[in-house]
């Protein structure tokens, strides 16, 4: 019975999280580089929820330094967290697929963004990216510190000049 | 040793190898994973990925130029700009792949991107951030005549990007394939040297085991004959007597060293000695029973430990055995040499109780023996030193005993008891000795046999019967018999007492069943005796089965063969009398007998109520003391002459 009614609640719980909110306090962006779509809950646009390189750097900002297999040295990440800009967009799927400013896509399983540490990188060694350096924003796994990471999959998943994600 | 320490030498050399060899495999086995993973791999497979990408980047710049061309009212500076950027960082990604330069050698890799290099430089000024006007058609022209061969330029290089790909895909396999067959061969190669370690750690715990009991051969038995050493001989002796204290048992020691032996060293050399020592040995291991131990104490000196004796006598014709067998020639590396022994004997628990004394003692009697001449045995205990003296003379007085007609038969009447009279004697063997006087058979007769004399001695005693028979029958009784006692030595197939038999016989003219020769119970377990029996009876010899009752006894045997006459052992008639079991069984041999058709003769008779027993229950002959003593040939004509007819019991005496 208890089991039950604690379902229940829940249940209305969940009820209430999926519901889209089109939050009034939602800032739209000013020169869009990074558009979330999809399955989520939270929008400031037409096409999803749209951020630009200021919103990206007043979410909490995560870095390391990892060795990677596009740059002969290893280089300083950082940038926010890919679970904290999923949360904040009310993102609820299992698949992330990434797209890229030449069109070039992959597909993350959603629970990578928790289970490592997963950034949106928006800075190398400080600087922002240009196009020209795979800027501006950077997909990376903290390879060095996760040997599981250490792999084909992982490096395949680390996208560059990241544009879009839409979550399914 | 120095073998020993060569193998753990190989040992440790090999475990040092197999723990290389092991090393390396797991070395080579970890880089293939390594390699098969790497980024190098992956930067490698990316490179055809990388060339496309930038050749299809191209392909959208130029796109993008084409629709600025067509439609310049809608030009967008930006999108054409970001186009130009992801050109740029197409050809950097390429360039900083540290795969790219080794896997596109020998294309045109670079003199297309130093063209690309130059394309870039030429065009980066209306590209720029800050000048941001929209471009002249003729610069956008000009930038796609550029353009256009570079495209072509790349498309190529994509091409032989994806073939170099697969050349280096097909080097990498068999790369693969070669690490592999490197570590296959290095693990047969292992298993191989583990195989060899495990061959010589065990052949090595084999010699091991090898020179152990090498040790304890050498501990215990002498090198040159191989025979117990004085070690072993110790140990032996010790657990011998231990044994025969258990059981009760005697056993003799006896102490044999060689004679003059330094003198078949010093005339045929050491070599030739020590080929005497082994053959003197293995002759003496002839001449005792596998139970017995012939040790070799070190020398010429060799001791023989005799156990479970029955009688002490034995010893002597085992020790005189010996000396026969050393005395034949040796031959020895082609030459013949002679030697003799001296024997020392002494008896466990007689002489003494142990080890130490009892060694003193057979050392002792084999040093009398050399005093006394060599190429003898003496024992140690006077009283059986004297025994076998004795013996000695004894044997060699009897080897002229015939010669010197020093033999004489006794006749010891048979009655018949029905009618007290006298038609059969047993003929007594006597041996008058010049020294001694008169020897019973008891004494002599086991010496006669031993040697081989019981035949010829045996032969003289039948012809002396039959001719005593022979004249008594013709003055006296014409029906009178003899019985003879024989030894079985006499009965066997290889003597031909029986042809002597015939014609002692014939010579004296006397028909067969004038004789009856008495046999003992043993020869009937002789299956061939049987023809023999045949052949005796032909002739018309009688037998009597002497001292039945005291053998093997078996009334089946008395049925398979021909038996005249029985004669029932004195140690039953001895205790007859009324309700005693001998009684039973002397009626039972009568009754048996009686049914059989055979006649009994009870022996030992020697008082009046034994006769009448025995007469009672049917018993046909008896002898013994009550009726006479055995007397003399001479002494026995008197019997006939004083009646002339039958000789009365009464009167004799
Ligand atoms: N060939 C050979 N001779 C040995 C060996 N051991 C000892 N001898 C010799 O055997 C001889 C034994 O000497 P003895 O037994 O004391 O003397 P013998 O010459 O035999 O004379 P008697 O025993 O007194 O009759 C010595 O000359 C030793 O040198 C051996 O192993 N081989
Ligand atoms: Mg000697």
């Not at chain 2, 040297?193 to 085991?209: A, G």
């Not at chain 2, 139970?291 to 070799?296: I, K, Y």
């Not at chain 2, 016989?505 to 020769?517: D, F, H, M, Q, Y």
């Amino acid at each position: 019975m208890f089991a039950f009614r604690r379902m229940i609640i829940s249940l209305g719980l969940l009820f209430f999280a999926a519901l889209p909110s089109h939050a009034e306090d939602a800032v739209r962006a000013k020169k869009p580089i990074l558009t979330l779509s999809g399955a989520i809950s939270q929008t400031n646009s037409d096409s999803g929820y749209e951020f630009d390189m200021a919103m990206l750097e007043q979410l909490p900002q995560y870095s390391f330094t990892t060795s990677t297999p596009w740059f002969p040295e290893p280089h300083k990440f950082s940038g926010p967290l890919m679970r904290d800009i999923l949360t904040k967009v009310g993102a609820q799927g299992e698949t992330l697929t990434a797209i890229a400013l030449n069109d070039y896509k992959v597909s993350i399983p959603m629970d990578n963004s928790t289970r490592f540490n997963l950034i949106v990188a928006t800075h190398k060694d400080d600087k922002r990216m240009s196009v020209r350096e795979k800027g501006p924003l950077f997909v990376i796994y903290p390879f060095d510190s996760d040997s599981e990471t250490q792999s084909q999959v992982y490096y395949d998943q680390s996208i560059w000049q990241l544009k879009a994600i839409h979550i399914d | 040793m120095q073998s020993n320490k060569r193998v753990t030498y190989w040992l440790i050399l090999i475990s040092a190898a197999l723990l290389l060899v092991f090393t390396g495999v797991l070395y080579l086995q970890f880089h293939h994973s390594r390699l098969l993973s790497s980024t190098v791999q992956y930067s490698e497979s990316n490179v055809s990925w990388n060339v496309f990408q930038l050749q299809s980047e191209a392909l959208r710049f130029n796109n993008a130029l084409y629709t600025a061309v067509l439609d310049p009212s809608s030009m967008d500076m930006d999108y054409l700009s970001l186009r130009y950027d992801l050109f740029y960082s197409r050809v950097d990604t390429v360039r900083q792949n540290p795969a790219t330069e080794q896997l596109l050698e020998g294309t045109d890799y670079a003199p297309i991107f130093q063209r690309i290099d130059a394309f870039l430089r030429n065009n980066e000024g209306y590209f720029t951030q800050d000048s941001q006007q929209p471009l002249d058609q003729a610069v956008i022209e000009s930038i796609l005549k550029q353009l256009e061969p570079l495209q072509a330029s790349l498309n190529d290089l994509s091409l032989a990007s994806v073939h170099q790909s697969g050349i280096h895909a097909e080097h990498r396999a068999s790369e693969v394939q070669r690490q592999i067959a490197i570590s296959t061969g290095l693990i047969v190669f292992q298993l191989l040297l583990t195989l060899l370690f495990f061959y010589i750690v065990i052949r090595q715990i084999k010699q091991l085991q090898a020179s152990r009991e090498d040790l304890s051969q050498l501990a215990n038995y002498d090198p040159l004959t191989s025979l117990p050493n004085r070690r072993l001989f110790l140990d032996r002796l010790g657990q011998e007597i231990r044994k025969a204290h258990r059981t009760k048992d005697r056993l003799a020691l006896l102490f044999l060293d060689l004679d003059n032996f330094k003198d078949i060293n010093d005339t045929l050399g050491h070599e030739v000695g020590d080929l005497l020592l082994q053959e003197a040995a293995r002759r003496l291991g002839e001449c005792v029973r596998e139970s017995d131990t012939v040790a070799r104490l070190g020398g010429d000196e060799f001791t023989i430990i005799l156990s479970d004796l029955d009688d002490t006598e034995h010893v002597a014709s085992i020790s005189q055995a010996i000396l026969k067998t050393l005395s034949d020639p040796f031959e020895l590396d082609g030459r013949e040499g002679f030697v003799s022994a001296s024997i020392g004997i002494t008896f466990y628990p007689d002489d003494a109780n142990d080890v130490n004394a009892l060694l003193k003692n057979a050392d002792q009697a084999m040093y009398v023996a050399k005093e006394q001449g060599r190429n003898r045995f003496h024992y140690f205990t006077a009283s059986m030193q004297q025994a076998a003296q004795t013996k000695m003379h004894l044997v060699n007085d009897l080897r002229n005993a015939l010669a010197n007609e020093e033999f004489q038969l006794y006749y010891h009447p048979i009655i018949e008891l029905a009618t007290g009279t006298v038609h059969k004697a047993e003929a007594l063997l006597r041996w008058k000795h010049p020294l001694r006087g008169i020897i019973y058979p008891l004494e002599f007769i086991p010496i006669a046999e031993e040697t081989g004399l019981i035949i010829d001695i045996g032969n003289w005693v039948f012809h002396e019967a039959a001719r005593q028979t022979q004249r008594w029958r013709q003055q006296y009784q014409p029906a009178f018999q003899v019985s003879i006692n024989t030894s079985p030595l006499q009965l066997r197939s290889e003597t031909n007492s029986l042809e002597h038999w015939r014609r002692s016989l014939e010579s004296v003219g006397l028909p067969g069943n004038a004789i009856a020769i008495e046999i003992t119970e043993s020869l009937l377990m002789d299956a061939s005796f049987t023809k023999r029996l045949v052949a005796i009876h032909d002739m018309g010899i009688e037998v009597s089965l002497d001292d039945f009752g005291t053998g093997y006894s078996s009334m089946s045997y008395l049925k398979k063969f021909d038996i005249d006459y029985l004669k029932i052992h004195k140690s039953f008639v001895a205790n007859l009398q009324q309700g005693a079991s001998d009684l039973a069984i002397c009626e039972a041999v009568l009754v048996m007998a009686q049914k059989l058709g055979i006649m009994v003769i009870a022996e030992g008779i020697e008082t009046n109520e034994q006769q009448k027993l025995l007469q009672a229950m049917g018993c046909d002959f008896g002898q013994g003391y009550l009726f006479s003593h055995p007397v003399s040939a001479a002494a026995f004509e008197k019997l006939f002459e004083a009646h002339t007819l039958s000789v009365q019991v009464q009167d004799l005496g």
